[in-house]
């Protein structure tokens, strides 16, 4: 797969990215989620070193609800607005759990990414558990939305 890399373990990435998912999972405590009890944490790397986290927010009218990817990136977009992203780094539990599982972002958060790097014009890095275990990390998020419809479709 090419534009993915797998590390079968945790100590196996970065210091940087290994530093960006534990942000995550401290930003997993914030999620508001009494309808699904599933509390996301994301974080990502600015290019000036900051980092940004966010965690999904629910609502009695679950379209309401946010996930943790888009509370982030829109934090960052409307915050920094002369910043880029370098990584994100995304991670779940259920609330009744401290282990974490594995999480990959939904349809809507990956076509949100994508318009963030044609905004940036610059590659994002996403940082992922897939199914199996395995950390991903992903060059860029167009690899995650792959047939997509973007700005060059209208
Ligand atoms: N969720 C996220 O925050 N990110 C994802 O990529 C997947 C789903 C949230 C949305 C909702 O609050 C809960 O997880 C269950 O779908």
Redesign the pocket.
């Known amino acids: 797969m090419d534009g993915f890399h797998f590390f079968s373990e945790f100590a196996e990435l970065s210091a940087q990215d290994q530093d960006l998912i534990q942000l995550a999972r401290k930003a997993s405590n914030s999620s508001y989620?009494p309808y699904?009890q599933?509390m996301?944490g994301a974080s990502a790397r600015l290019d000036d070193g900051r980092i940004i986290s966010g965690s999904?927010q629910?609502n009695a009218s679950y379209p309401a609800?946010l996930?943790?990817?888009r509370v982030a990136l829109f934090h960052i977009a409307s915050s920094y607005p002369d910043r880029s992203v370098d990584s994100i780094a995304?991670v779940?539990r259920r609330a009744n759990d401290t282990k974490f599982k594995p999480?990959?972002?939904?349809g809507i958060?990956r076509q949100v990414m994508l318009e963030v790097e044609l905004k940036q014009n610059k590659p994002m890095r996403v940082i992922l558990q897939s199914a199996d275990g395995r950390w991903v990390v992903s060059e860029s998020a167009q690899h995650l939305l792959p047939f997509s419809f973007g700005q060059d479709s209208l």
């Open positions: 989620s699904s599933f996301v999904n629910e609800g996930c943790a990817e995304v779940a999480v990959s972002p939904c958060c």
